[in-house]
Structures are given as C-alpha cells and as structure tokens.
C-alpha cells in the first residue's frame, strides 16, 4: 500500500496514534502528529513525577501486550525500534496473586513452572489449558488484535482461543479445584473491569494469560516514555513530524489533509466531528458505554514493599484482591457505582525488572511504586482517601508498608481524565469491555474505524481491539485509511 503524495494528521500522541503514524509514514505519506499535551506519549507517558530523579510510569506499566504485538514483532519494525533505544526486562517473578497475607499463587512464563506451583490436579489442567495456545501466542494475537469481524488467518488457533474466552469468567476457573488457580486467573481476567459472571469477560484473561507465558510480564527499561520516544525515532526517520501543545476541538483545524485518525475517546471525536457525520454511525457512537475507573499511586519508597511472600518480593505486578470470589464480588461492585471495601488493586514493581528504575540517595535505596485500584467510573474521591484505600490494600500483604513511604502522588479518576481526556471519567480502558463493545467497538462491521466522513478515522482503544498497549487499534485503522486512499 503506498500513499506517496499524500498527507495525514494524526490526532493524538499515544502507542495507537504513534503507531498509526508509524505505519503511514512507512508507506510514504507525509504525517503530522498533533499531541494536546506538552509531552507525548498519551499512556506510555513516564515522569520524574517526584522530582526525586526516579521516573515513575504515569499510566501504562507492564506490557505482554506490547511483546506479542505484531507491530512489535514485524522484523522491519521491532529491531528498528530497538535501535532507538527500546528494550523490555523482566523481573525474577513475573505475577503474584495475593489470597491473604501468607497464601499466594505466582505465575511464570512457562506454563509448566505456573503449573508446578499449583496445588494438585490443578497444574497439570493449567498447562493443558494455556500450553498449547501460548506456543501458538503470536497466531492468536495475530488474530485478536483486530476487528472480531473478519476472515482468520489461523482459524483453528482462533477457534481453540474463542471456546474458552467465550465463557464467563467464572465459569472458566471452575475448571481448576484450587483457590489458587482460580484466584491466578480471575485476577488476569479483572484486567478487563467486566463482571465476572458477564459473557466473554474470560477473553481478556485468556489473552493475556497466553501472551504472558510467551513473552513474560515485561516492563520498558528506561521507563514506559521510551515506547513513545521509540516510535517517535521512527516516525521522524520515515519523514514525519510531532506537535504538541495543540488541542483539537473542531475538523477545520485538520482537514487540509488527505488522512486524519483520530487518537481519541469516542466522545471526543464525535465532538470534533461535529453534524458532519452521518446519523447512523453518530447513533451508534452515542450507545458506546464508558466502564469503571481507576484510582492510582505514585509512591516513592525508602527500601523495598515488606511483603509476607518471598514470591512476592521478587514479582514484577502483585496482585491484591483474595479469591476468585472476593474478586467478582469487588469487580461487580465496581460496575454496579459502589466503592468496594476491598477492591481490585495491581502493583508494579518495576525496578526489580530494571535496576536504572532506582536511585541511591544519602545512603537510602530509592525505589518507585506504581499501584492502581478499581473503583466506580468517576469515583469522587480525593488524592487523599485514593491514597489510603490502596495503602490498605497493600498494608493487608505487606504488614509495615506504610513505614517505607517516603513520598507520594495519587490520582483519583477526575485527576486521570484530566490527564489525558481519553480516559472518561477515569476508565482506561477507552470503553467497557462488555460483549457488545468486544464485538463491535465502537460499532458493528468489518471496519469499525470509519467514521463515515471521507478520510477520517477512529484509531484509539475505543476502537477494536480496544485497551492496552499493543498499537493494533492504531496500525489497523491506518491500514484501512491507506485501502481506502
Ligand atoms: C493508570 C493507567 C495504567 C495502565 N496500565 C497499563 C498497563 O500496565 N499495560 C497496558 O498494556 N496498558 C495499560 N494502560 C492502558 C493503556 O495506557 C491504554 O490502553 C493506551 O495508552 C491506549 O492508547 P491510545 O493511543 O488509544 O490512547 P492514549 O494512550 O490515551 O493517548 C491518547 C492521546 O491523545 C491525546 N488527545 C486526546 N484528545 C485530543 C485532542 N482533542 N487533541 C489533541 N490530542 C488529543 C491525549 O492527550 C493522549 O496523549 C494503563 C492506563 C492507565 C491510565
């Protein structure tokens, strides 16, 4: 596909839009990324939020989703990015699944050291479950990163990964008899923010369960910025251009160019678009639903997180949330607008991946501390109350935690939207991941990305494949634009 002669904008700097410039600019247009923030990256931003000299991620962390991309994978693409500085590292431990103070279930790369951990019967039906599809983790990705709707490439990979990411995930760990297993995978499947019970809420779990045991549980080294300054690299190799400092609120301000993707929440591409659309997509669009949110903490620790379990003080993410049980009935809440007492909470520690992630300041070891809890879309509650309700939850693994605190920043969901207004009300997810919007995200069809007005296009996570950093809602919708050119 070429677009030599042609020119783009691309509204907004994170993985989608970056990528989505990428994948342009390599086919020869001429592309201009306008980021509203004054600094890019969109939620592969990272800061010295402190000003302690550590770099804190300040929203994406932890990227399995990011090593089994095939943007990433593309030998044309990947080494190139490597060139530019970006590496992922893994810690000791990839996962740990806190149940109580002293019970714990860990997750490794490989299928069969997860396995060996669990208690009976269970490892074996683990390694039967994720074995053979995460050998085969690049064919699935290749699959799911993309329209639902479409003619597959691998269709019995495709097949094999659907009959169990169909399920509810409560229904997906009742094939393991142990707390612990069914804890390990109900606190993969809570990365989605969907109820439990819901259809289909097993397919985030499966999805990063497989990509997990292929690649690990890896984080940038250098920061998660180093995503975006490497695609930046890139783009202005290919000839392009970044911009920031400029909002977009209306289509006039763009629509000299031939191309324009919209790295966008829904709602704000519906707003730059104006009556300009055609009322069967703008009523579409207007049924999309946002999920629930996040509360996050910065935190700057003198030493390490006491936690009880050795596995734990070794892991990359932690996370806190008890059983299978408590974790639905927490994640059901959460949908439902109430504040669970004891919510879903995820812990990086990414300077056990990557040492250069500390500092050594009057003889104390300086380390970040990235952590986040589901709360109900738009949460009301301050910096401080954000503060104590994931302090507890790390307290209950980690009796002495709060001892270590040298420093701290939280961010309730109005401060997340405020940074970046993708994030509606605090969802990060750039819509729910319900059936309906994992079918047709933002709408139904082969090509979700249009936007019904000639040469505009949605390539944010609220189009398919939806959340997380794996750059394939960026690099499909620019695919479409150049069929379309
Ligand atoms: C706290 C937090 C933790 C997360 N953890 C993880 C994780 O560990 N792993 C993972 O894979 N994912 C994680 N995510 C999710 C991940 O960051 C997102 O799914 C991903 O960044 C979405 O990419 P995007 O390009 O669609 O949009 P974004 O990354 O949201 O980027 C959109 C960009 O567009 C800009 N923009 C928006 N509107 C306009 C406008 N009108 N004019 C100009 N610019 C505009 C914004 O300022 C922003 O820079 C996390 C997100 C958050 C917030």
């Known amino acids: 596909m070429s677009g030599s002669g042609s020119s783009a904008v691309v509204v907004g700097s994170g993985p989608n839009g970056l990528a989505a410039a990428l994948v342009l600019a390599r086919a020869g247009v001429s592309v201009t990324v306008v980021e509203a923030a004054d600094t890019v990256g969109g939620g592969v931003r990272s800061s010295d939020l402190l ?26 693409i990947g080494p190139e990015l490597e060139r530019s500085g970006l590496r992922f590292a893994t810690a000791p431990v990839d996962m740990v699944h806190v149940l109580s103070t002293n019970r714990v279930a860990t997750l490794h790369t490989s299928p069969s050291q997860t396995g060996a951990g669990l208690p009976g019967q269970d490892g074996p039906v683990w390694r039967a479950t994720f074995g053979p599809l ?51 995978f109900a606190g993969v499947a809570a990365h ?77 591409a519906a707003g730059i678009l104006g009556d300009r659309m055609p009322s069967r997509i703008a009523r579409a669009w207007s049924r ?48 439902g607008g109430r504040l669970p007492d004891r919510p879903f909470t995820l812990v990086a520690q990414q300077y056990l991946a990557d040492p250069s992630r500390s500092r050594t300041v009057n003889g104390r070891r300086l380390n970040p501390l990235w952590a986040y809890a589901h709360v109900p879309a738009g949460w009301d509650g301050s910096a ?58 933002p709408r139904l069809g082969p090509h979700p990305y249009d936007t019904g007005v000639p040469g505009v296009y949605l390539c944010s996570s609220s189009a398919a494949p939806g959340g997380g950093v794996h750059f394939m809602c960026g690099v499909q919708a620019a695919r479409r634009a150049l069929t379309v050119l």
């Open 134 to 184: 995460s050998a085969r983790a690049d064919a699935v990705a290749d699959e799911i990163l993309g329209p639902l709707v479409h003619l597959p490439r691998h269709p019995m990979v495709l097949a094999g990964f659907g009959a169990g990411a169909a399920l509810p995930a409560s229904w997906s760990w009742r094939r393991w008899r142990s707390p612990d297993a069914r804890a390990l």
């Open 288 to 335: 999309f639903r946002r999920g629930p949110a996040v509360a996050k903490v910065d935190f700057v620790l003198d030493g390490d997180v006491p936690w009880s379990s050795g596995d734990a003080r070794r892991a990359g993410t932690v996370h806190l949330g008890g059983t299978a049980d408590d974790i639905a009935a927490a994640e059901r809440d959460c949908w």
């Open 51 to 76: 000003e302690t000299g550590l770099i804190h991620d300040l929203c994406s962390a932890v990227h399995p989703l990011a090593q089994v991309s095939p943007l990433l994978r593309d030998p044309s």
């Open 384 to 441: 401080r109350d954000t503060f104590e309700l994931v302090t507890a939850q790390i307290e209950r693994a980690a009796p002495g935690f709060r001892d270590t605190v040298v420093d701290w920043v939280a961010s309730p969901p109005s401060v997340i939207e405020e940074h970046n207004p993708n994030y509606t009300g605090g969802d990060i997810s750039g819509g729910a991941n319900d059936l309906r919007q994992l079918v047709a995200r």
């Open 192 to 268: 989605a923010f969907t109820p439990l019970h819901h259809p289909a809420s097993s397919a985030a779990g499966t999805l990063l369960t497989v990509a997990g045991h292929r690649h690990g549980w890896p984080v940038a080294v250098g920061g998660s910025q180093r995503i975006a300054d490497a695609l930046i690299a890139e783009i202005v190799r290919c000839g392009g251009s970044v911009v920031t400092g400029t909002l977009i609120t209306d289509l006039s301000q763009v629509e000299d160019a031939d191309i324009v993707l919209l790295d966008t929440s829904v709602e704000v």
